[in-house]
């Protein structure tokens, strides 16, 4: 992991950054290098926000405030919410550096 220190070029395309519900709203406020290098950030286990103190409005006003681009996918694999939207944004990055490799391969 890298976490606190300056995202490595691994040579990688795109990079997600994965926060959850109980980690605490804080964490795009301490990682604020994991949160500039992120194409998107994915908030886990929202369905926990009945259950521990979780400041959403937070979270999301930290993370626009390092990355106003990023993008903030929020899921609960428990309940199915947010997946499609998750697929679907994978999907979309899949599809297109497919086509963009397309010439290599024919």
Not at 56 to 71: I, L, M, S, V, Y
Not at 81 to 89: D, H, Q, R
């Amino acid at each position: 992991t890298w976490i606190g220190r300056p995202a490595p070029d691994l040579g990688q395309h795109l990079t997600a950054a994965i926060f959850s519900v109980a980690g605490g709203h804080d964490k795009a406020r301490k990682y604020p290098d994991l949160i500039r290098a992120a194409d998107v950030v994915v908030l886990t286990k929202i369905d926990l926000n009945t259950v521990i103190a979780f400041d959403g409005n937070r979270f999301r006003d930290d993370t626009h405030h390092f990355n106003p681009k990023a993008e903030i996918i929020e899921l609960s694999a428990l309940r199915g919410n947010g997946l499609e939207g998750w697929l679907t944004w994978l999907g979309a990055r899949t599809k297109a550096k497919q086509e963009d490799a397309s010439h290599w391969f024919g």
